[in-house]
């Protein structure tokens, strides 16, 4: 089997956490959205990203998570699980766990709250890499976070080894492709971005992580092999269709749900609306979504052809 490196490609969506009425982990629905992704043709599934609501997630819910979706993906394709946490101990926490059920590969943020400069989110994932036994890719995402993994910050990390690989929601184009200058031609840079996966691709992206493709993988795996194949004009026109799809995140009424609220939502919202998860529930302290809301997504669905998975 080739090394997680070589196998960082494709569409790897980081899957929603299904929840139950009681607001634990739905296995059912879990095991039917790894299989729906899989049917897509997608490249791997990375558990526990923002999409997966890893900030909040409890200890059984992580270990709950990760056990189905192992147990569900069976080898087909690589599972990532991610690592996050405020500080380096409990990372390393998490990463060994999600080591110990079975991951191919953690994926670790700079610490947060405690506001580190450039030397300490180096010497975090010096200190997680010496730790598990996994390779560990790096993840960039500040608005989470609030540090940037810089293009120094990545170079630095890609040639001493100490990550595979990174996964860029920065939201940040030029810091984008300026990484990707920076390090070796063999690092695979994976973009997060929903709305410019079909530019990240062609200045060099190895992969797409997409949350809309919880919704609509088959889309993203269109986007992505058409513009690998040098087909733009058909993967610009995917993406304009998967443009239109993520107006749901906009549905809701950020007056009364903040905007993670809204955007988990309006995925789970869809994703139920389609029959691929039961219950479109969020994590405390995350509201739902309205009646109103709801029909107004099924209404884009219904436009996109975009009806129930059979």
């Known amino acids: 089997m080739p090394d997680l490196a070589g196998r960082l490609h494709g569409v790897i969506p980081p899957l929603v956490t299904p929840l139950d009425d009681d607001g634990e982990v ?3 629905a879990l095991e039917r959205l790894v299989a729906f992704v899989l049917d897509a043709g997608v490249d791997g599934v990375f558990l526990g990203g923002s999409t ?36 380096t101990r409990r990372v390393v926490e998490h990463a060994r766990q999600s080591a110990a059920q079975g991951a191919d590969g953690v994926v670790v943020t700079a610490p947060f709250y405690v506001t580190p400069n450039p030397a300490e989110i180096v010497e975090h994932f010096r200190i997680v890499h010496s730790a598990v036994d996994v390779p560990v ?26 990550v595979v690989g990174l996964k860029d929601s920065s939201g940040d184009l030029a810091g984008f492709r300026e990484t990707l200058r920076r390090v070796p031609a063999d690092f695979p840079v994976l973009t997060g971005s929903e709305l410019l996966a079909d530019t990240a691709v062609q200045l060099g992206a190895a992969g797409i992580v997409p949350g809309l493709g919880n919704v609509d993988p088959h889309g993203y795996v269109r986007l992505f092999r058409t513009a690998t194949a ?81």
């Open 137 to 162: 890719v790096a993840y960039d995402i500040p608005s989470a976070v609030g540090a940037r993994l810089t293009p120094d910050i990545v170079a630095a990390l890609a040639k001493s080894r100490l």
């Open 230 to 310: 040098g087909d733009l004009v058909a993967a610009a026109a995917e993406q304009d269709r998967l443009a239109r799809l993520f107006e749901i995140v906009g549905v809701p009424d950020q007056r009364r749900i903040g905007f993670t609220a809204g955007a988990l939502g309006a995925f789970k919202a869809a994703m139920a609306v389609r029959r691929i998860i039961t219950n479109p529930a969020t994590n405390p302290p995350l509201l739902p979504l309205d009646d109103t809301e709801t029909k107004a997504i099924t209404a884009v669905l219904d436009e996109l052809g975009l009806g129930p998975v059979r």
């Open 26 to 28: 739905d296995r059912a």
């Open 52 to 87: 997966g609501e890893i900030a909040l997630l409890d200890t059984a819910q992580r270990r709950a998570l990760v056990e189905v979706a192992v147990g569900a993906v069976a080898g087909a394709v690589p599972v990532l699980v991610g690592a996050v946490d405020t500080g």
